[in-house]
């Protein structure tokens, strides 16, 4: 069975610094996507960053990136110089496979609160 | 990103009732669409998976009698809470994925649905 676990139920942050929101997964799937989701107050689903599991660069978008450790099946994501508008709840999710019917599973999620 | 719009956003209905949700892929196909349940400051609860012209696939612990999903077209799937109770209150979110880019970041969400059974 497929699993996401991310340990930090709330993070706060000051504005301009980076932040590392962490996120584990279990599969037994040798293809699999990893994905990170915003979630504002408005509750949209907004999202960041994607990394298959064939990729050998860490995934990049503009402030974020994704740290992706395989072998220890970490996929944490980092924000650099946090903005106001940073604060969300931020979802961690996998999708076993890469086909386009496969599932997506969600982490508990981190708020995250940036700090004027 | 392509947009997937989720109709309505909110609805108030009375206990006993049937509330339909739509989720339209307004500028590609969606072979699947996905129904999550999202519960206050909790994550998002995959439901069931829907592929077009086939009977949806749901997880366990979901009342396929209870929540009917309809895919009937790769641009339409509705969900149809049947006989609302107040523990349905929830929201609601469709996700969908398809077309030829098996890039992976094909999920695209829409609005959500926040459902008050009273």
């Known amino acids: 069975a497929q699993k996401i676990t991310q340990t930090q139920p709330g993070m706060f942050v000051q504005e301009k610094e980076a932040v590392t929101l962490d996120c584990t997964y279990d599969?037994?799937?040798?293809?699999?996507?990893l994905f990170w989701y915003k979630q504002p107050s408005s509750g949209e689903m907004i999202f960041l960053i994607y990394q298959g599991s064939y990729d050998q660069q860490n995934a990049t978008e503009g402030r974020y990136s994704l740290n992706f450790q395989k072998a220890r099946k970490s996929a944490n994501l980092v924000i650099s110089a946090s903005q106001l508008g940073d604060s969300a709840m931020y979802f961690c999710a996998m999708s076993p496979g890469y086909s386009s019917a496969s599932k997506i599973i969600f982490g508990s999620g981190t708020r995250l609160s940036i700090r004027p | 990103g392509a947009v997937v719009s989720q109709h309505p956003s909110w609805v108030i209905c009375k206990s006993g009732t049937s509330v339909k949700i739509e989720c339209r892929s307004l500028d590609f196909q969606a072979t699947t669409m996905f129904w999550y349940r999202q519960f206050p400051k909790q994550s998002l609860m995959l439901m069931a998976t829907s592929n077009e012209g086939s009977k949806a696939t749901y997880e366990q612990g979901v009342e396929k009698d209870k929540f009917l999903i309809n895919h009937a077209s790769l641009t339409l799937s509705t969900l149809t809470v049947t006989s609302a109770h107040p523990e349905d209150s929830s929201f609601y979110i469709c996700?969908?994925?398809?077309?030829?880019?098996?890039?992976?970041?094909?999920?695209?969400f829409g609005q959500g649905t926040r459902l008050t059974v009273v």
């Open positions: 599969t037994s799937d040798p293809s699999y996507g």
């Open positions: 996700s969908a994925r398809g077309g030829t880019d098996l890039s992976g970041t094909e999920a695209f």
